[in-house]
């Protein structure tokens, strides 16, 4: 095998190495803020949920975004939002999607329901 054929074979693997941790999970879906559980909901919008690493970015159609970092010294589903106000994952939704309690409202996200 050539000496080129060779670098050219590390250089593939290392740049596939590098650009796989960089992809998200990424899914359209839509976004109910309730009051509270299962109380008035203020707003329905399509919304973009993307996971990487642990951390979630919710991109809801109406410009309102939310970063999520996961709390490590926490429960899991225990994640920490750009304001270092606590947020948490809880189950309800089965497999249609998820819940947020947010500091001040409640997400129901359900996947690929976007419209």
């Known amino acids: 095998m050539k000496p080129m054929s060779i670098y050219a074979i590390i250089f593939s693997a290392l740049l596939s190495g590098i650009a796989t941790p960089l992809m998200a999970d990424t899914m359209k879906s839509r976004c109910d803020i309730f009051d509270k559980p299962q109380g008035e909901l203020i ?43 606590w947020v948490y994952r809880q189950s309800g939704l089965g497999s249609s999607g998820l819940i947020f309690k947010m500091p001040s409202e409640y997400l129901y996200l359900y996947w690929g329901k976007a419209d």
């Open 43 to 85: 707003t329905s919008t399509p919304c973009t949920f993307s996971q990487r690493q642990g951390h979630i970015s919710i991109y809801r159609d109406d410009g309102v975004n939310y970063h999520l970092s996961p709390v490590e010294q926490a429960n899991l589903g225990t994640f920490e939002d750009e304001n270092g106000k």
